[in-house]
């Protein structure tokens, strides 16, 4: 691998950068609408106490409180933008603190509106229900309904709104370190170079046939974050107890019943999923074994868990190539949406190449008065292109969510968030099997899937079992020690992995240190039920049924318009039903069984 020049943000070309533009063509007028802010707040805090006067002034009430909540997301999605393009950027950085400390305030001003319209009685309840005024927020009130058991008082809702803005300095803290602060070491690359490590560097050297190469840039990886090992265990501590503290603050019986209340979802399914994992931990190793064989390898460890089990396959995709094979594989899903695709691209939604001082890894992000903006670290691999494919996957969920629902209803649930993305992948991953001659690469594409598989759901299913043990610790009154969490992550890494990978290195323990999505409550298992659902609603849309495509559109415009599991259902695929995750598994078994067959094992 050659020499790794660290861009600045000014060397790359515009048509590359997202054009945040298209929401303010200036700080000024960023500014301006910030100013605003003062002014809705003062003229909701004249409804407080009087929510009970009828069904119009609730709906009244409502509508004004959906125009601020759009200002304050256009305000705060604009400064989180500008402050990702580069993290080190003080001046962005401090809007974007301005916001969200404004969005804090707000929220703990506000925090009145919920207890005021639950403290009803049940008769006035059922008439502000049935009432014609209310008939488009029926839905959010019922919803809303459902809380009236772990609703406080209103002093108590204050203090826990304002407390809000200090629960989050562990995520602001562990982002500030790992996107800013922290400084990776430099390796020698195969031919003596220098390669200055970076997160997106790191995810090359661990694609790289040299296992040395591979090895140093593991060992490299986590000795960074081993000499931070005290404050991150300081971080992730602290954002445990801050669930444990909101989900008791209100009567949860868990952390985890708190986090999945929102969307309707009970501790079962998440339970359930970890428990068809276990029991299909055989398949996980039978591609452990198959990965050792391929690679030739007497001992397999963790750094070689992502390079391609091909033999010295090197594949670049440039920019270009990558917009022409993610556009021809969402041809099933029809004109329209395909128009909207070719809009994000020469609309300049997405910022492509990683820079200096840039936020690591992938996301979409957006709001209903903004382009579905995506950030890349584009490294011209067959994983950045399905990278492309996956938010591109989200920016088009919510633009069409955006497009159908009006703002009350357009934010779709966490819980359905990886399920466009998935199939969106899978999509491509068809559409280039079956596209590409050459035997090599389909054989990198099943490779791919397969990979792609084990981190999204075996990976990620381990990371929610991780997450699940120390919240369930530290609610027993347990301490999060360094050495406890080492020793749990590198016992539960080994249950995983088996007994190909029972002795891996040892700086594995300190995984869990590096991953950001521990900060996100409860967030990592949606990957595993997304990828489950996309299976089921890929393999529908490519059988050619016009019905089917139908229903998966259907889905992507509902927003949150329905409960997240009703929504799944009509699309084609029931997530309480224990067939569509064992249904995902044999689906993974089968294309490890055809990878052996094309490898020649």
């Not at 705060?76 to 974007?96: V, W």
């Amino acid at each position: 691998m050659e020499a790794q020049k660290e861009l600045k943000r000014d060397e790359i070309a515009e048509e590359l950068k997202w054009d945040l533009a298209l929401m303010y063509k200036s700080i000024d007028q960023w500014e301006e609408d910030f100013k605003r802010i003062q002014g809705y707040l003062d003229r909701l805090m004249l409804f407080k106490g009087t929510l009970k006067q009828g069904p119009a002034r609730l709906k009244e009430f409502f509508e004004l409180d959906d125009e601020f909540s759009r200002l304050i997301e256009k305000l705060y999605t604009f400064a989180h933008l500008r402050s990702d393009e580069d993290t080190s950027h003080s001046q962005n950085r401090g809007y974007y603190e301005r916001i969200l400390s404004m969005h804090h305030q707000c929220s703990a001003a506000l925090s009145w509106a919920r207890p005021e319209i639950l403290e009803m009685d049940e008769n006035q309840l059922q008439e502000y229900l049935k009432s014609p005024e209310l008939s488009f927020y029926r839905f959010a009130l019922e919803k809303m309904l459902r809380y009236k058991p772990y609703t406080l008082s209103e002093k108590e809702e204050k203090l826990l709104a304002m407390a809000a803005e200090v629960t989050s300095v562990p995520y602001k803290a562990f982002s500030m370190l790992n996107n800013a602060d922290i400084k990776f070491p430099k390796i020698s690359g195969e031919k003596g170079e220098e390669i200055q490590l970076s997160h997106g560097v790191y995810s090359q050297l661990l694609e790289n046939h040299n296992r040395k190469l591979r090895k140093d840039a593991f060992e490299g990886m986590y000795s960074t974050f081993e000499a931070m090992k005290n404050t991150l265990t300081t971080t992730i501590d602290g954002a445990v107890k801050a669930n444990i503290f909101n989900a008791r603050a209100r009567g949860y019986s868990s952390a985890l019943e708190a986090s999945l209340f929102k969307d309707n979802v009970t501790p079962k399914v998440y339970n359930s999923l970890i428990d068809s994992i276990h029991e299909n931990l055989p398949i996980f190793h039978c591609y452990i074994s198959l990965r050792k064989k391929a690679l030739k390898l007497d001992q397999v460890d963790m750094y070689d868990m992502y390079v391609p089990m091909i033999p010295e396959y090197d594949l670049k995709v440039p920019w270009e190539q990558a917009r022409t094979w993610v556009m021809e594989a969402f041809q099933p899903l029809g004109d329209e949406y395909c128009k909207v695709v070719k809009n994000a691209f020469t609309e300049r939604w997405i910022d492509v190449k990683e820079t200096k001082g840039k936020r690591s890894g992938a996301y979409s992000s957006g709001c209903f008065d903004s382009k579905p903006y995506m950030l890349l670290n584009y490294t011209e691999t067959l994983n950045s292109v399905f990278t492309l494919a996956h938010e591109m996957g989200h920016s088009m969920h919510s633009y069409l969510s955006n497009s159908n629902q009006k703002y009350h209803y357009a934010d779709y649930s966490i819980f359905v968030a990886e399920v466009a993305s998935t199939t969106n992948e899978l999509l491509l991953l068809d559409y280039l099997l079956k596209t590409q001659d050459d035997p090599q690469f389909r054989t990198y594409l099943l490779n791919h899937f397969c990979d792609g598989y084990k981190g999204t759901v075996y990976r990620q299913v381990q990371f929610a079992e991780f997450e699940k043990h120390i919240h369930e610790k530290a609610e027993k009154g347990e301490p999060l020690t360094l050495d406890s969490l080492n020793q749990d992550y590198y016992e539960l890494n080994r249950k995983y992995y088996g007994p190909e990978l029972e002795n891996a290195n040892d700086l594995i323990k300190l995984e869990w240190a590096r991953i950001p999505h521990f900060y996100y409550n409860f967030y990592v298992y949606k990957y595993a039920t997304g990828f489950t659902a996309a299976i089921v609603l890929s393999r529908n849309i490519l059988s050619g049924d016009q019905k089917k495509t139908s229903h998966y559109l259907d889905f992507l415009k509902a927003g949150s318009s329905q409960y997240p599991l009703d929504i799944l259902r009509h699309a084609g695929v029931d997530m309480e039903d224990p067939a569509s995750v064992s249904g995902g598994l044999k689906y993974f078994d089968t294309q490890i069984s055809e990878l052996e067959k094309v490898l020649g094992i």
